[in-house]
């Protein structure tokens, strides 16, 4: 999760949710800027969890829906804990046999956290209130003696750094227009957090925390660190500096204030990566280039040297005018002074350009003169023809059917 972990659960929950997350994606994206009514701000424990409407699942039911926690329906581990995979019947939500009813993901917290409490907590606080498209869907909780869970819609493919950052002669790399689709799912949920309405900050913004469904669409997911924006005549809020080292906004790190155009700046890394196909941050790399933003930004602002930036293995899928406005829109989020950088509706509008064929179809022979590779642009289909199941998961063999 994040370096360290601070935050005041004085949030704002209303008691119903806002947009349907179980409405058509694709048709419910642009929505970026409805939110339910939101009533008096919760102070206690107790009232959050009162005011969510969130199901309350002991903890016997979790443990049956997972089959004890085992080892094989692990999808994946972070600081908070290990997240299991399990199944509910889709009307009552009672524990069901593997393979039936509805599939869901379990976030057990490991007891030995105070602090994972409170991001548990905010979790429940923030999923608690807001459905959108670009969010992943809190279906309930367990609290329980020393138990600590979370209960979401299971994302097929897993998250978004999986997809970037895997190797391996057998996985295929996320295609150019797949990695564009997820930047503009990802960019609508946080300009969804920022409006006027729902005025929240993210705050953890990186390609982990990004899950992908089975049809590539993104979706923001661990919400234990996102703060309510500032109120009446603030500019920012003033917190403890945290998150993950490499995506945070350098003026959040010098003086802990906090604002919007934080998140902005973590999107713009993420979109570099994305462009790159590397990792923000990368010890193995040779010298100059161990920060990925400090070696690349000079190349964004060229549009012949954006070349030396993108990602070798996505050559042939895409055009230069779509590599340039993704190149422009990274570089602007990544500016130096909070001011110059583009709130998240316009990087959405920027992005939705490149919905457009014109843009985004590659020429018969790319800039490097190669033949552009064949891809189906709304493919949902995992890269290379694989498994859709993109958590890391144990070998086949020790799953049981």
Not at 104 to 122: C, D, P, T, Y
Not at 171 to 199: E, I, Y
């Amino acid at each position: 999760m994040g370096v360290c972990f601070s935050v005041e659960v004085e949030h704002k929950c209303p008691f119903h949710k806002g947009l349907d997350s179980n409405a058509d994606d694709d048709d419910n994206q642009s929505n970026i800027n409805k939110v339910s009514f939101v009533p008096p701000t919760p102070r206690t424990e107790g009232e959050i969890l009162e005011s969510c409407n969130l199901k309350s699942f002991c903890f016997s039911e979790l443990k049956m829906a997972t089959r004890n926690f085992r080892p094989d329906s692990v999808l994946g581990e972070g600081g908070f804990g290990s997240v299991f995979k399990g199944w509910i019947d889709e009307h009552s939500f009672v524990a069901a046999k593997p393979g039936t009813g509805i599939v869901i993901a379990v976030k057990k917290l490991n007891q030995e956290s105070f602090q994972g409490h409170r991001e548990w907590l905010a979790e429940v606080n923030y999923l608690g209130q807001f459905s959108h498209p670009n969010l992943v869907q809190l279906i309930g909780y367990c609290l329980e003696d020393e138990q600590r869970l979370l209960v979401y819609e299971f994302m097929p493919r897993g998250s978004l750094e999986n997809h970037l950052f895997r190797r391996g002669s057998y996985f295929q790399p996320l295609p150019w227009s797949l990695r564009l689709k997820a930047a503009l799912g990802a960019a609508k949920g946080l300009a969804f957090l920022h409006n006027t309405k729902t005025k929240v900050i993210y705050r953890d913004f990186k390609t982990s925390n990004v899950l992908l469904d089975s049809n590539y669409n993104a979706k923001l997911s661990d919400f234990g660190l996102a703060k309510d924006g500032p109120i009446g005549d603030k500019s920012h809020v003033s917190t403890r500096v945290m998150g993950t080292y490499g995506y945070a906004a350098p003026e959040y790190l010098a003086t802990g204030h906090l604002t919007s155009k934080s998140d902005v700046y973590s999107f713009g890394v993420v979109l570099l990566e994305m462009l790159s196909g590397q990792r923000v941050v990368d010890k193995t790399r040779p010298p100059g280039k161990y920060s990925l933003v400090e070696w690349a930004k000079p190349y964004l602002a060229h549009k012949r040297k954006i070349y030396e930036v993108l990602d070798s293995r996505l050559e042939g899928q895409y055009t230069p005018e779509a590599a340039k406005v993704v190149a422009n829109v990274s570089l602007r989020c990544l500016s130096a002074e909070p001011r110059f950088r583009p709130n998240m509706t316009e990087v959405v509008k920027e992005l939705e350009r490149l919905q457009d064929p014109k843009v985004t179809r590659p020429r018969r022979h790319s800039s490097h003169g190669t033949r552009p590779r064949r891809q189906s642009v709304g493919d949902c289909t995992a890269p290379g023809g694989g498994d859709p199941d993109a958590y890391p998961r144990p070998p086949p063999s020790l799953i049981s059917k």
